[in-house]
């Protein structure tokens, strides 16, 4: 079973930045297109960014412009620099392939920003 770990959250003031990182268990990075997803509290998890085989990046409207999904097939871990945070960029950051999510869930990494 695949794992996957997020790392790199805190807590930031609101334009400050943050960059994440996920690492698999296998060598899946190459082989998947891969997301990145959010939930803060009270709503669904969405996506919000992804990147395919090809390298072609996908960001939703809330994100673009701001956030830059990269992987790094050799290191096997994927990222995501966040520039200009915003208090509504505060949740729970995910990885995982693109819609639909193929593995379990990882534990998550906790981005707040608040002044």
């Known amino acids: 079973q695949v794992q996957l770990v997020e790392s790199g959250g805190g807590s930031v003031q609101p334009g400050g930045s943050l960059r994440l990182s996920c690492a698999a268990s296998?060598?899946?990075?190459?082989?998947?297109?891969m997301g990145w997803y959010r939930q803060a509290p009270g709503k669904e998890r969405e996506l919000v960014a992804y990147?395919?085989?090809?390298?072609?990046?996908y960001y939703s409207d809330s994100v673009k412009g701001r956030f830059t999904i990269s992987r790094d097939g050799a290191k096997n871990t994927m990222s995501l620099q966040m520039n200009s945070l915003k208090p509504e960029d505060t949740a729970v950051y995910y990885c995982?392939?693109?819609?639909?999510?193929?593995?379990?869930w990882g534990q998550g990494t906790q981005v707040t920003v608040s002044s």
């Open positions: 990147i395919t085989h090809g390298g072609y990046t």
């Open positions: 995982n392939t693109d819609l639909p999510a193929r593995f379990n």
């Open positions: 296998v060598r899946i990075f190459s082989l998947y297109n």
